[in-house]
Every structure is written in C-alpha cells, then in structure tokens.
C-alpha cells in the first residue's frame, strides 16, 4: 500500500509528548508508539478506514513531517494540523488569548515550560468515548491492560508501513471498528476486565457510532449536552472525549478523583472539593482544561498524607464519582 507524505509549518514550536500524549493510552498501547520525543506512530479507524500515522518533529525547522499509510491515509494527512493543534491558536480564544494570572506562580511556571502544548483534535470520537469508558471506576493501570488486551485481540494489524521484525511498527494495531466492538462477547470483556457496566456504555456507543461522530460539526457549547444522551456517559467521560475528540480546551475533568484537588491546591495552596475548584478556575473560563494538562505536565499535584486510593473493580454497584 503506498506512502503518502505531507509537511506542516506551523510557524511554532510543537511539543509532541504534550500535545498528543493524552492519546496514547500507556507505554503498552498497541495502537501508538513513541519515537523519543521527536516522532509517533498512530494507528486508528478513520471514515475512509483504517490508517496509519507517522509524525516527525524537526525543532530547528519548525516543521512536522508526516507520512501515512491505509485506506484512510488522506483523512490522516488533512487532520495533521487540527490534529496538533492548529486549531488552538486562534487569536483571542485559543492558546494566544490565555495568560495566566500571577497569583498563579505554579501555573505561570508549567505554561512558560512547555510553549509548544495545544489541545490535540484527534476527529475519533468513538476512540476517545471507548477508552473513557473503561477507565470508568478502575485505577489507570486497570484500563490501560484492559485497553490493551481488547486492542490486541479484536482490533486489526495496522496497514501499510513494512512491519520489520524489531521495528517500530511491529505488533501496532487498528482498534476495532463499531461492528466488531457490537461482536465482542460478554465473556471476553469480562475477561478483559470489563464488567458489564463498564461494557455497556462502550456497545451503545458503538451502535451510535455515527450520531457520535457527527458531534464534531456542533458548536463545543452543544457537545457535552449530546454526548450525555448517551445513558453511562456523564460530565467526567464527555470531558474526556471533549479533551481528545473535539481539541477543546476547556473540557476540565470534574468529577475526577485528584484532578480538582490537584488543580485547586496548585492554584491556592488548599485542597478544595468540585465547587471549590469550579469557583477558583471560573478566571480561565474557556481556558480550565488547558490549566488542568499544563499543571499535570508539569507534575503538581498536592502533598499525599496517607495510602493511595484503591477504586473497586467489577462490581456493578462501585462508584467513584466518575461517569
């Protein structure tokens, strides 16, 4: 299958690990692999079919080089600059009309050390609402294996690129398609980890495939609103398909375990609870998201006193405050 080849000047600096490592679900992910910070392999469906990515970060040139390969090669190469964040810079409301605050000295840190971070707009919506659903109620760890495991086994080999033993592409592969998620029996998921809660919100999602896709022509005030129509799909899991699906920088992690806490103490010195927080970051309305990833990036997080929290697996009843 042939090699198509684009570059993009974005006339900036592109931090590939920050941008688009929301993407890669762990270093196992069968569908991404990292070449050092500078390049990435990315393995996915698109509406022309499977398709495989290769992205190439020259710094000193200011380019990305981009080749790509499969059925869906075409729908790749066009969405390398949304994909990267082209779309975030827009004057006045994207990454050039956010300015920290300077009561905000962590903040202020995190976003002059990382000036090539955009929100990514990976188009793949269903990708996106299918790993939020596993990490429903389970620690990352959890989901990620559990990711790995339904990838490896009913996703498809990634198309196109000489698949050399050892080399980078060996072992990637597509996820699986709607129709073949709708054929997943119940005793795999289960054995994949997924209880039946879990699994669920990943079928319906699969058999509205289309109406989900289709959310990516809605202005991101309608997004959430439609993404929630989806019975299991809560303000957590549209954030995070909002995040990765829609590049939209304003889709802060509610109801997450730490991210409130995390954000509400690197910004004010205290842990606060989801309307603490809300109140705190209301200043960066259209911007929150962007604040929660540039302080991840940075690694603040608050001052553990006691044991990590241990979330409850397969029990239909676990709750975590995350859906």
């Not at 976003?111 to 939020?132: D, H, K, Q």
Request: glycine share 12%.
């Amino acid at each position: 299958m042939s090699e198509r080849a684009r570059t993009w000047r974005p006339g900036r600096p592109v931090d590939l690990p920050g941008t688009l490592g929301t993407l890669v679900r762990g270093r196992g992910d069968p569908c991404h692999r990292w070449e050092g910070r500078t390049g990435l392999w990315r393995a996915t469906q698109t509406p022309a079919g499977p398709g495989l990515l290769l992205l190439r970060t020259r710094a000193a040139d200011g380019e990305v080089d981009a080749r790509a390969w499969g059925p869906g090669a075409d729908w790749l190469l066009d969405g390398v600059p949304e994909l990267l964040g082209g779309h975030d810079d827009a004057d006045g409301t994207g990454w050039a009309g956010f300015r920290p605050r300077p009561e905000h000295p962590l903040l202020v840190d995190a976003w002059r050390a990382r000036p090539g971070v955009r929100t990514p707009r990976s188009r793949a919506v269903l990708e996106a609402l299918v790993g939020a659903a596993v990490e429903q109620v389970v620690t990352g760890k959890e989901s990620r294996r559990s990711l790995r495991d339904l990838a490896l086994r009913f996703g498809s080999p990634a198309p196109g690129a000489p698949a050399q033993a050892g080399g980078p592409v060996e072992g990637l592969r597509v996820p699986p398609t709607p129709q073949q998620w709708l054929r997943v029996p119940s005793w795999e998921w289960l054995r994949a980890g997924v209880e039946g809660r879990r699994s669920a919100v990943v079928l319906r999602a699969a058999g509205a495939a289309g109406r989900l896709e289709a959310t990516l022509e809605r202005e991101p005030a309608q997004v959430e609103p439609l993404l929630r129509t989806l019975p299991g799909v809560g303000r957590w899991s549209a954030a995070e398909v909002r995040q990765r699906a829609h590049g939209d920088p304003d889709a802060f992690s509610f109801d997450d375990y730490h991210v409130g806490k995390n954000v509400s103490w690197a910004l004010t010195g205290e842990v606060l609870d989801e309307d603490g927080c809300a109140e705190v970051i209301a200043c960066y309305s259209g911007h929150r998201y962007r604040v929660q990833r540039l302080l991840e990036l940075a690694g603040v997080a608050r001052p553990r006193r006691g044991p990590r929290m241990t979330l409850p697996t397969h029990t239909p009843s676990a709750t975590s405050g995350r859906s």
